[in-house]
T-cell receptor, first 113, second 111 residues
Framework: EAQVTQNPRYLITVTGKKLTVTCSQN?????MSWYRQDPGLGLRQIYY???????DKGDVPEGYKVSRKEKRNFPLILESPSPNQTSLYFC????????????FGNGTRLTVT | QKEVEQNSGPLSVPEGAIASLNCTYS??????FFWYRQYSGKSPELIMS????GDKEDGRFTAQLNKASQYVSLLIRDSQPSDSATYLC???????????FGKGNQVVVIP
């Protein structure tokens, strides 16, 4: 089954404790992206990657890191999480063409205390 | 920063009626437009895509695009309670694949 898989689905952590949210897709998509979704603010892009070893900042990159060592994986790293990073996170992927829609993972609900 | 605007506030429609959602965007160079549906706590799922001016119909859904006026709309005909969700308008930048989202419109279909 074609899908984007995120793990974990739920995560509660404390301020300053490094964490990684994994994302993997099995559709051979070139493009991958991370979004966070907060009430009243909608979906905001954190980082995106056009292909392996090519990453770029989105609209809200502060406090996050990403890497794209393999085409299928695009982990999101929070080196020192803070409470303002409590949010619902989505990974998404697509082919590189302009008319290609994004396919979303099931989301990761992160709480930082 | 490219803007995608959707009307705020929930939209309540009786079952069987037409729900109409509108979206405007700021970047005249945008080429691709998408409507996603999102149930509470779930991930967005694609329901419509449109790339050319005019109407595109898919079942009970019709997307309308007017590039000159920079708006895209979604009509849901014969609304069902299962259509109750938040609908997200998304606009893709030409060339870099980035998808910008509006904040969404909540639709409530009243049986």
């Amino acid at each position: 089954e074609a899908q984007v898989t995120q793990n974990p689905r739920y995560l509660i952590t404390v301020t300053g404790k490094k964490l990684t949210v994994t994302c993997s897709q099995n559709m051979n998509h070139e493009y991958m992206s991370w979004y966070r979704q907060d009430p009243g603010l909608g979906l905001r892009q954190i980082y995106y990657s056009m292909n392996v070893e090519v990453t770029d900042k989105g609209d809200v990159p502060e406090g996050y890191k990403v890497s794209r060592k393999e085409k299928r994986n695009f982990p999101l790293i929070l080196e020192s999480p803070s409470p303002n990073q409590t949010s619902l996170y989505f990974c998404a992927s697509s082919f590189a063409g302009n008319n290609s829609p994004l396919h979303f993972g099931n989301g990761t609900r992160l709480t930082v205390t | 920063q490219k803007e995608v605007e959707q009307n705020s506030g929930p939209l309540s429609v009786p079952e069987g009626a037409i729900a109409s959602l509108n979206c405007t965007y700021s970047d005249r160079g945008s080429q691709s437009f998408f409507w996603y549906r999102q149930y509470s706590g779930k991930s967005p799922e694609l329901i419509m895509s449109i790339y050319s001016n005019g109407d595109k119909e898919d079942g009970r859904f019709t997307a309308q695009l007017n590039k000159a006026s920079q708006y895209v709309s979604l009509l849901i005909r014969d609304s069902q309670p299962s259509d109750s969700a938040t609908y997200l308008c998304a606009v893709k930048d030409y060339g870099n694949n980035r998808l910008a989202f509006g904040k969404g419109n909540q639709v409530v279909v009243i049986p």
